[in-house]
């Protein structure tokens, strides 16, 4: 099975599907499809500027009287087209090496073989199964969320195939809320040496803003602030009259965001003869671990253990679309992806040793009887 398993990883990844590249998003979409096809029932949604969402209902044995689990996934990556060249699918040390391997097409192809598995074995499945693949998901689910949260309000559980966390591939049951801000000052342009004292310079205010900002970080409380991306001003002997901040937040606590959120828009400029203007603000709310979570935790480790495996959870600052059907209060298991490292850079790859097991607790999770 696992030769099977790496196959259909290699087939995956050798399609390359950028989030901002929808044809090849598509292309992607469609292997998903045909994969897909001989086991479930596959609709592909619009995604407006991006690639088709995909849902598949699994034909799995048994009676599905138990409602509806969802399991989440994402056909796009960050990898641009061509990365292949540099990065191809390779077998090396232990592991499947390429772009989008462990974000998250391992995970795909893992679920794929679950259903399988189920089906040539008879194994009954109480509940009924869908599956989502979002192609937004790197770029903040703008297009997808909409179509998730329908899902997930539907569903009593649900599973995300989003990789483990570290190389041990831990569970994720808890994930930080993610936004951004962008922070604009205007000031006044002047000559700097004809006319240094008329000018009033944007970029001065904005770097006292950011040491302002910056002190909403509170690392106790799991929230940071990161001035990610600074811009400004035109040329070095002009004072500046523009300048923008990109800044990046996270919290731990749904209940964090609103005065956070409430402190950018208060800030005040120190020059007055500059003026602020504040834009953004959260767009994942946090996936808090809340007791349904725990419970499924519970479910999963109990569920491995008969495999001599001991699974572990972990908070992460990471968004995924899990966060979204958190928040809506239905209990999300996420990390059950591949195992591995590099999610995003260049040594991004998965252990193969861990491939049979991850296919088989997902198996087991959807023929549990999950959330009873
Ligand atoms: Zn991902």
Redesign the pocket.
């Known amino acids: 099975m696992q030769s099977e398993i790496t196959a259909l990883i290699r087939q995956l990844v050798e399609c390359e599907s950028p989030s901002d590249d929808p044809a090849a998003v598509n292309r992607f979409v469609e292997l998903a499809s045909d994969t897909l096809a001989p086991l479930a029932r596959v609709k592909t949604h619009a995604g407006g500027s991006f690639g088709r969402h995909l849902t598949a209902e699994a034909q799995l044995p048994g009676r599905k009287k138990n409602g509806q689990i969802l399991v989440l996934?994402?056909s796009d990556t960050v990898w641009p087209l061509g990365t292949l060249r540099s990065m191809p699918f390779r077998e090396e040390k232990g592991r499947l090496w390429g772009p989008g391997v462990l974000?998250?097409k391992g995970g795909i192809a893992f679920f794929v073989f679950a259903v399988r598995a189920l089906r040539d074995l008879e194994i009954p499945a109480p509940s009924k199964v869908l599956l989502q693949l979002n192609s937004d998901?790197?770029v903040g689910s703008e297009s997808s969320r909409p179509l998730t949260e329908k899902n997930a309000a539907r569903s009593k559980a649900v599973l995300v195939l989003?990789?483990g966390t570290g190389i041990e591939g831990k569970l994720k049951t808890a994930r930080k809320g993610v936004g951004d801000f962008t922070v604009t000052v205007r000031g006044r342009a002047s000559h700097a040496g004809v006319d240094f004292s008329a000018g009033a310079s944007a970029i001065l205010e904005l770097s006292r803003q950011i040491d302002r900002i910056s002190a909403f970080t509170q690392l106790d409380r799991g929230i940071t602030v990161n001035p990610g991306v600074i811009s400004g001003g035109t040329r070095s002997n002009v004072v500046a009259a523009e300048a923008h901040a990109e800044i990046d937040i996270r919290v731990l606590r749904l209940k964090d965001a609103p005065a956070l959120e409430k402190k950018f828009r208060s800030l005040k400029p120190i020059d007055r003869r500059c003026t602020i203007e504040v834009t953004g603000g959260l767009n994942r709310p946090p996936m808090e671990r809340s007791a349904g979570i725990v419970r499924l935790f519970g479910t999963a480790q109990q569920l491995a253990r008969p495999m001599g495996l001991e699974l572990e959870e972990s908070l992460t600052g990471g968004g995924?679309d899990g966060n979204f059907t958190a928040a809506l209060g239905v209990p999300t298991l996420d990390g059950l992806?591949a195992v591995g490292e590099g999610?995003h850079a260049v040594n991004e790859s998965i252990l193969t040793s861990r491939i049979i097991d991850r296919t088989a607790l997902i198996a087991k999770l959807l023929a549990a009887p999950l959330g009873d």
Do not use: F, I, L, R
């Open positions: 996934g994402h974000d998250m998901e790197e989003e990789p995924s992806g999610a």
